[in-house]
């Protein structure tokens, strides 16, 4: 969950005050490539402090987690706003309004969870 929130966090905060490029603006407009830059940043560094710290492990593992991480969400994400656009909503229900729904929340977090584990069974001994 680190890196997923690494990700929505960086890409948000920085695209809102550098974002100048869309990245998909047919799908997504406001994301943009400055955004995406700021999300790799944050989830660079809250991959090499998460698993350096909680799991104990080597600080290039953080860095490979935190990249596949920014890959997937930002995909997780793209695909979700595409399936929205389809149907022609804005928000995936009413519990976060102006959040896009529960689902914004979530669309990140469902491809990016089984990437990590991935990588940290590959990369990270059990104790």
């Known amino acids: 969950m680190l890196v997923t929130v690494c990700s929505d966090v960086g890409g948000y905060a920085v695209g809102v005050v550098l974002g100048k490029h869309p990245?998909?603006?047919?799908?997504?407009?406001?994301?943009?490539?400055?955004?995406?830059?700021?999300?790799?940043l944050f989830c660079v560094v809250g991959g090499i402090f998460g698993v350096t710290l909680a799991l104990h492990a080597a600080w290039w593992v953080g860095a490979v987690l935190g990249l596949a991480a920014v890959v997937t969400a930002t995909l997780g994400d793209l695909t979700e706003s595409m399936i929205k656009r389809d149907l022609g909503i804005k928000d995936m229900g009413t519990l976060l309004p102006g959040h896009g729904g529960v689902m914004d929340r979530l669309d990140s977090l469902l491809l990016v969870a089984p990437v990590v584990w991935a990588l940290l069974t590959a990369f990270v001994p059990a104790r």
């Open 23 to 40: 990245m998909a603006p047919s799908v997504s407009p406001k994301k943009s490539w400055e955004g995406f830059a700021g999300s790799t």
